[in-house]
């Protein structure tokens, strides 16, 4: 069984940043891709970024490009979301997720394909 927890949400004004950590445990082994999600009240949970465990490719959404990098630390087994210049329409449950096989591989920003997620945390930004 393999766990993720999210840490690092929280309040914070627009403009602000903050760097989101997710933390794999259990039976950790090396994964094929982690990415992060978030819903916003009302909305359906919608792709972030992602990262491939080997090599470090990176996938972002558009709406979070040039604002957003994630990164990973395989020792730990940890994934990074840093989030700059942030906005209230950020404001969102955030999830982290994994895929242990590599289905991700058809597409990094399809929630079905990943195999793992976190309970959330969550991000609040004020105007």
């Known amino acids: 069984q393999v766990q993720l927890v999210e840490s690092g949400g929280g309040l914070v004004q627009a403009g602000g940043s903050l760097r989101l950590s997710c933390a794999a445990s259990?039976?950790?082994?090396?994964?094929?891709?982690m990415a992060w999600f978030r819903q916003a009240p009302g909305k359906e949970r919608e792709f972030v970024a992602a990262?491939?465990?080997?090599?470090?490719?990176?996938y972002y959404a558009d709406s979070v490009k040039g604002r957003c990098t994630i990164s990973r630390d395989n020792a730990r087994n940890t994934a990074y979301l840093q989030l700059n210049g942030l906005e209230p329409d950020d404001t969102a449950v955030y999830y982290c997720?994994?895929?242990?096989?590599?289905?991700?591989?058809?597409?990094?920003?399809?929630?079905?394909?990943?195999?793992?997620w976190g309970q959330g945390t969550q991000v609040t930004v004020s105007s």
């Open positions: 259990g039976r950790t082994f090396s994964f094929y891709a």
């Open positions: 990262i491939r465990w080997s090599g470090g490719n990176t």
């Open positions: 997720a994994a895929d242990r096989i590599g289905r991700t591989y058809s597409g990094e920003n399809r929630e079905v394909l990943y195999d793992y």
